[in-house]
């Protein structure tokens, strides 16, 4: 096969199928877990490599990269010709491409309430223009995100590091 | 008569606060969902479980002082 290129980039790790790469940049990774809880026949955490690119259509994949609120997943078509549609859409999907936060069309980012996400037996996603205090701590967040520990088992508290999938923490 | 106007121009400055030892307090301009819907829209505080033990998830109850 065709597609036995280098599979890594600097930052981190691709994969491909016929049609498009994946590029994970586990730097970025703030563990909200979309991915996982959405295509976990792709995206298996538990799994190595992690990614399988046969788990599932392309459509369905590019449909959950998407859906990562950081850049620490992306992809692009290996048809280079095709990527000149999708640079302003990548570029949109780091800003938040969540529909949700997208403003709509206003200048008015500051009123854009600021999103907290729930994941569901995971961390709470906190998306936009706030204040964060923490240990004494105080940032000023702009268009940022921080995803915070739910489940108590963190070794990096008050962020997720990813443990409540190993402990099994369950919301129910 | 109340001045609504200068109230909505004035964008709320969210905050969201770690409480040592306790839950994360939000107040502010939110919107609180989950994956599947919005939980609330705009609530004027809310204080969301960290312990993992909360009875009443994603809201914290208290549970972590037990």
Known sequence: MMEREKTTFSGGRKYSNDEITVYWKPDACVHA??????????????????????????????????????????????????????????????????????????????????????????????????????????????EGIISLCRCGASYHLPFCDGTHRKIGFEDK | MTNMESNENKKPLTIVEVIDGGPLKITGNIILKDLKKDISDNPPEVYLCRCGYSGNKPYCDNSHKC
Not at chain 1, 69 to 85: Q, R
Request: aromatic share 10%.
């Open chain 1, 33 to 142: 877990s979309y991915c996982y809880r959405e295509l976990i026949e792709v995206f298996d955490p538990g799994r190595r490599p992690w990614v399988d690119m046969k788990g599932a259509e392309t459509d369905r994949i590019i449909e959950v990269v998407n859906m990562c609120p950081t850049e620490a997943l992306t992809w692009k078509w290996n048809d280079d010709k095709k990527n000149k549609d999708i640079s302003i859409d990548q570029t949109n999907h780091i800003k938040f491409r969540r529909p949700e936060l997208m403003s709509t069309d206003e200048q008015e980012i500051q009123e854009n309430p600021v999103s907290v996400k729930i994941m569901i037996d995971g961390p709470v996603v906190i998306k936009g223009d706030f204040t964060f205090q923490y240990s004494g701590n105080k940032k000023e967040i702009k």
